[in-house]
């Protein structure tokens, strides 16, 4: 394959993470409302074009993840044109070319984009039956539309692309805007195939890894041993000599990259110069208990939530659950492919977000953002804020330092595991008070967290060049910090709760993880109500369903109790439930898993897990359960034995080794069941299951063991 | 310091101009151009990397180019037909959809191709353990397991090989 055309293919795979958008109602599909994006970018050609080939192009400000958003968007506007899946194509995020749709996150891309294609596409269906009718001069309900082709009476009959011209329509999307009703959906709510899986399967470029140009230069970074630590000693001549191959040393105060022409060139003279420099020790790390040092540290207090009064005397419950710091570890170490030429700027990168970091590079260059184009290409799975963007801006300085030239910048498995951002380490105190009938009367709750995004959302002090390039480490911007209470609030039917969560800023680096605060905030709260049951005398499963009014979560959890009523349960395993709606307002997921252990809890095995979930109306149902089993997975590996560690110099968690995953022989049988309701928003699901399938997986040792363990991973010791 | 090394890939003799303690994968993706093996660590303990060498699944990363000699080299892209048609292991992977973002499939698919190869009709035991030198971070190892499984059979002991004998 060529590189144009992988540059093309690059933007244009495939489905499933997340489904949102406004209501509408079966029989009248005229949609009130725009969706965000289309309110933001509202004409038709900044979505789609109409291609001479016969396809249809279509632009999303979102990439492609992993989480088959490709194929969805596709679906969507393949539906509301009458387009064969064969005839679109998409373009991924790219400043140049693309809606900036803002980050690629939150399980939002569905609610987002893929909704402002289909109604940018009703729309430019619409327009384009006009114009044949108008063209024709014949009624707009005696036209056809179907595979890019219009017909109309006496056997008429005209291509998109001649019915234009060579013209885009430009028009904006108005209100009110018909849509396909859903009775005559033909991809919509199918398992359409993911096209991209075809591509991998036979070896064609698919990442930014896979990126080729020619005179292409690789480089790699020698970084410090410890956060904050300083180049102390660095002698470029030595190094020049010592070391064969190297085209160019680049520093700047603490940042020193090589650039060489050949790709292992590179990767030898990374270790070499490593033993030739010598640094500063840097900000020391804590040792001993990581959960007793973060509850040390000063924090700031933000009241969440209170309702209701705490006045009852009933006894309160307790109990206090804690979380580690998990990484994201991506498969694929980040990687940037960078190029300065002729006062322009062009990098491509796996980034989650190619508009905001390109406004954070024109502040950390002091470039002005029309010099600088960010392609987005897929990278490995990020499931957060990874060294994605950190690896662009690594690349950006190289290639300004190296005009002329593609630079790719790849970093070893060490870089990704030792500098990528963490999920935060969380502690969960929770107390609550039963009232008659053994329902919850009252409920208090306390977090402390650091923040759960440090995104680099136009503050350079957010990535790891700039910090290196500064005399001095800066404290990074601690963004959005509502993010370490989603799902703080109990999706029960409560009267007085009260919720108030601190703040401290942790020793490591830390942003954006799958699901945020939820995963944790679940995980107390579902093991929460499992205590609680006990003590209510009451099992899980009614419990749950005491405290709920809310239709679609009790049609979960009932599948699900349904899903595994006749599954036995040997001596020494058990069975544990979790439910969650996802931020309180996207996809219901109800999870249970088999474990199987002993009494100490020193040995663990998830047999095998099931989910149900309602996303509202499914675009793709395979999509959705390839991203609730994936879910279930790795929530079970990070549940089970995940957690960095570090000792007073830096991270020690830096290969698989010293982090261990779930490989093959520990991954769990899954088992997930949509329901579908085709008449609601799409809601988003990518991260729904995280937070359910950890306290399902906590719950059923306690079953298994009689030991309830609060305090994650759940095999303490493991983890290297 | 570069050598003129013989290298049998994918059923085709190949002269590459290289350094011989470079690894084989560096080799692979940057002299021959092919994108199936990845870089995942350069420790051989993730499998983004694997080839079958003389048949058997194997990481790239680690591999001095010099020590590969006469072995016969597989990736990925040596499994399909020259017509196009995939392998079976590849068909099954894309009828059970067995990825997320893809990154581990190489070493994923390589490793049930010599799986299948030594044990054509495997329990899931078998798979597990055949598999586990490849890691995955998206979660999909039950969609891969279904996937070996529709390999697996797909086909009769014997067809489970690849095209370059």
Same mark, same amino acid.
């Given at each position: 394959m060529h590189r144009r055309q992988f540059l093309r293919a690059a933007g244009c795979v495939t489905i499933g993470f997340t489904m949102g958008g406004p209501v509408f109602s079966y029989g009248s599909p005229v949609q009130q409302q725009l969706p965000g994006s289309l309110r933001n970018h509202p004409r038709i050609n900044a979505w789609l074009e109409i291609l001479d080939t016969g396809q249809v192009r279509i632009f999303t400000g979102k990439l492609e993840l992993g989480q088959g958003i490709r194929t969805a968007i596709a679906q969507v506007a393949a539906e509301e044109l009458d387009l064969d899946m064969q005839q679109v194509e998409v373009v991924l995020a790219d400043t140049s070319r693309t809606p900036n749709e803002g980050y690629t996150s939150g399980s939002a891309s569905v609610e987002n984009s893929a909704m402002s294609v289909r109604y940018a596409s009703a729309y430019a269906r619409r327009k384009l039956l006009e114009l044949a009718a108008e063209k024709w001069n014949v009624p707009i309900d005696q036209l056809h539309m179907n595979n890019g082709i219009i017909t109309g009476p006496g056997n008429r009959s005209i291509s998109f692309a001649d019915l234009l011209q060579g013209r885009q329509l430009s028009d904006e999307v108005k209100l009110p805007v018909t849509l396909k009703s859903k009775e005559q959906y033909r991809w919509v709510g199918k398992p359409v195939l993911r096209d991209d899986i075809g591509r991998m399967v036979r070896g064609e470029p698919v990442y930014v890894q896979d990126l080729r140009f020619p005179g292409m230069v690789h480089a790699r970074m020698v970084r410090p041993p410890a956060y904050g630590a300083q180049l102390r000693t660095f002698n470029e001549q030595e190094a020049l000599k010592k070391i064969p191959g190297i085209l160019k040393i680049v520093r700047k105060e603490n940042f020193l990259g090589i650039i060489t022409a050949n790709e292992y060139e590179a990767v030898k003279a990374q270790r070499a110069l490593q033993s030739l420099v010598t640094w500063t020790e840097g900000t020391p790390l804590p040792e001993g208990n990581v959960t007793q040092y973060i509850k040390s540290l000063p924090a700031s207090t933000e009241k969440v939530l209170q309702k209701g009064s705490m006045d009852g005397t009933a006894p309160w419950i307790t109990a206090t659950y804690s979380k580690p710091y998990i990484m994201h570890a991506s498969m694929g170490p980040s990687c940037a492919v960078a190029i300065y030429d002729k006062d322009q700027l062009h990098i491509w990168s796996h980034t989650q977000g190619v508009f905001p970091l390109r406004r954070t590079l024109s502040r950390m260059l002091n470039m002005p953002? +029309?010099?600088?184009?960010?392609?987005?290409?897929?990278?490995?799975?990020?499931?957060?804020?990874?060294?994605?963007?950190?690896?662009?801006? #690594?690349?950006?300085?190289?290639?300004?330092?190296?005009?002329?030239?593609?630079?790719?910048?790849? /970093?070893?498995?060490?870089?990704?595991?030792?500098? +990528?951002?963490?999920?935060?380490?969380?502690?969960?105190?929770?107390?609550?008070?039963?009232?008659?009938?053994?329902?919850?009367?009252?409920?208090k709750y306390n977090l402390w967290s650091d923040t759960h995004s440090t995104r680099p959302a136009g503050a350079p002090q957010n990535l790891l060049?700039?910090?290196?390039?500064?005399?001095?480490?800066?404290?990074?911007?601690?963004?959005?910090?509502? &993010?370490?209470?989603?799902?703080?609030?109990?999706?029960?039917?409560?009267?007085?709760?009260?919720i108030q969560a601190h703040f401290f800023n942790g020793p490591v680096r830390v942003s954006a993880l799958r699901g945020l605060g939820a995963y944790a905030n679940i995980f107390a709260i579902e093991s929460f109500m499992d205590e609680l049951a006990a003590k209510a005398g009451t099992d899980p499963f009614t419990f749950r369903l005491m405290h709920l009014t809310d239709e679609r979560a009790r049609a979960v959890l009932e599948k699900l109790r349904d899903m595994i009523k006749d599954v036995p349960t040997a001596p020494g395993t058990g069975i544990g439930i979790g439910f969650s709606c996802y931020k309180n307002a996207a996809s219901y997921c109800a999870v249970a898993a088999l474990?199987?252990?002993?009494?100490?809890?020193? #040995?663990?095995?998830?047999?095998?897990?099931?989910?149900?979930?309602?996303?509202?109306?499914?675009?793709?149902? #395979? &999509?959705?359960?390839?991203?609730?089993?994936?879910?279930?997975?790795?929530?079970?590996? /990070?549940?089970?034995?995940?957690?960095?560690?570090?000792?007073?110099?830096?991270?020690?968690?830096?290969? /698989?080794?010293?982090?261990?995953?779930?490989?093959?022989?520990?991954?769990?049988?899954? +088992?997930?069941?949509?329901?579908?309701?085709?008449?609601?928003?799409?809601? &988003?699901?990518? +991260?729904?299951?995280?937070?359910?399938?950890?306290?399902?997986?906590?719950?059923?040792v306690y079953k298994a063991s009689g030991k309830r363990i609060r305090d994650l991973p759940l095999l303490r010791g493991q983890g290297g | 310091m570069n050598n003129a090394l013989q290298l049998l890939v994918n059923g085709k003799m190949h002269t590459v101009q290289s350094a011989p303690d470079?690894?084989? $994968?560096?080799?692979?993706?940057?002299? $021959?151009?092919?994108?199936?093996?990845?870089?995942?660590?350069?420790?051989?303990?993730?499998? %983004?990397?694997?080839? $079958?060498?003389?048949?058997?699944?194997?990481?790239?990363?680690?591999?001095?180019? %010099?020590?590969?000699? *006469?072995?016969?080299?597989?990736?990925?892209?040596? $499994? %399909?037909? *020259?017509?196009?048609?995939?392998?079976?292991v590849q068909a099954a992977f894309v009828e059970a959809q067995a990825a997320q973002c893809g990154y581990c499939l190489n070493g994923m698919v390589m490793s049930a191709v010599a799986l299948l190869a030594a044990h054509p009709h495997p329990d899931d035991e078998t798979i597990r353990n055949g598999m586990q030198q490849a890691l995955c971070r998206c979660g999909s190892y039950s969609r891969i397991m279904k996937a070996v499984k529709i390999a697996a059979a797909a086909k009769p002991a014997n067809a489970i090989k690849t095209d370059h004998p």
């Open positions: 953002e +029309e010099k600088i184009q960010i392609t987005g290409v897929p990278g490995s799975g990020c499931y957060g804020h990874n060294g994605a963007d950190d690896a662009a801006a #690594d690349a950006a300085v190289l290639a300004l330092e190296y005009p002329g030239k593609h630079v790719r910048l790849q /970093w070893s498995r060490e870089e990704e595991h030792g500098w +990528e951002p963490y999920g935060s380490a969380m502690i969960m105190e929770l107390a609550a008070q039963l009232g008659p009938g053994g329902k919850i009367s009252a409920w060049a700039y910090q290196y390039m500064q005399q001095t480490p800066q404290q990074p911007e601690r963004g959005f910090t509502a &993010g370490a209470y989603r799902n703080a609030e109990p999706y029960y039917d409560i009267d007085n709760v009260t474990v199987k252990t002993n009494k100490a809890v020193t #040995d663990l095995t998830v047999q095998k897990m099931w989910a149900v979930i309602d996303a509202g109306e499914t675009i793709n149902p #395979d &999509g959705l359960k390839n991203q609730t089993e994936g879910g279930m997975i790795q929530s079970a590996s /990070w549940t089970v034995q995940e957690q960095v560690r570090f000792n007073k110099q830096h991270i020690t968690s830096v290969n /698989w080794n010293s982090y261990p995953i779930f490989r093959f022989p520990q991954a769990p049988e899954t +088992e997930v069941a949509v329901i579908d309701r085709p008449n609601e928003s799409v809601l &988003g699901a990518g +991260e729904a299951a995280q937070g359910p399938a950890a306290a399902a997986i906590a719950n059923a | 470079t690894p084989l $994968l560096y080799v692979l993706r940057n002299e $021959l151009q092919l994108n199936g093996p990845k870089y995942g660590c350069g420790l051989q303990q993730c499998g %983004a990397c694997m080839v $079958l060498l003389n048949g058997k699944a194997q990481p790239s990363c680690m591999l001095p180019v %010099a020590a590969v000699n *006469d072995q016969e080299v597989v990736t990925l892209e040596g $499994l %399909a037909k *020259d017509t196009g048609t995939l392998h079976p």
